[in-house]
Every structure is written in C-alpha cells, then in structure tokens.
C-alpha cells in the first residue's frame, strides 16, 4: 500500500461538490485517485455538518475526560488485583 495523498480543504470542497451534483462516488475515486471507499461519503457528511475543514487529532482533553479516565485505570487496577487474588485462592486449594 502507498502513502494516502493529503488533499487541500478546497480539493475536497470541489469533490464534494461534483458528487451533490450527482457524480457518483466510484468516478469521483476513479477521477482524483481516491483510494478509500468512504472517503467522499464521510467528507460529504463533514461538509453538511460543518466540519470538513477540523482536524482534532492531538485536542487536548477536557478536565472531565481526564477524570473519567483516572477512574477507569484505578478500576482497571482493582480488577486486575482482584484476579490476582483469586488466581492464588484457586492455586492453594
């Protein structure tokens, strides 16, 4: 497999633009050399959405998704100490 071509916010505006006009998704991945199959249906759904041109990769998280995740590693820990437990009660018997 090659390395994804990275399009401008304006190459892909124009190509969701052809397919709303009634291009279909397999000429438009023909045309433009796009390999993914969903890719023009999730840029279209980004596009009516309003958020074709965001990119969160890298957002930093909210103080509530921090917490949320300090609660489910000190749960994780707990299960696992558990176990642990119970693997040397099985062990003595």
Same mark, same amino acid.
């Given at each position: ?7 401008? *916010? ?61 609660? *489910?590693?000190?749960?994780?820990? *707990? *299960? ?14």
């Amino acid at each position: 497999m090659g390395k994804h071509k990275k399009r401008t *916010l304006e190459q892909k505006i124009k190509i969701v633009k052809e397919f709303k006009k009634g291009a279909t998704i397999s000429y438009l991945n023909d045309k433009y050399g796009i390999s993914g199959v969903g890719t023009i249906s999730r840029w279209n759904q980004e596009y009516d959405k309003g958020k074709l041109g965001l990119d969160n990769r890298g957002k930093r998280k909210s103080q509530q998704e921090i917490e949320d995740i300090d609660i *489910l590693k000190k749960s994780y820990a *707990l *299960l696992m100490e558990i176990r642990s437990q119970q693997n040397k009660s099985k062990n003595i018997k």
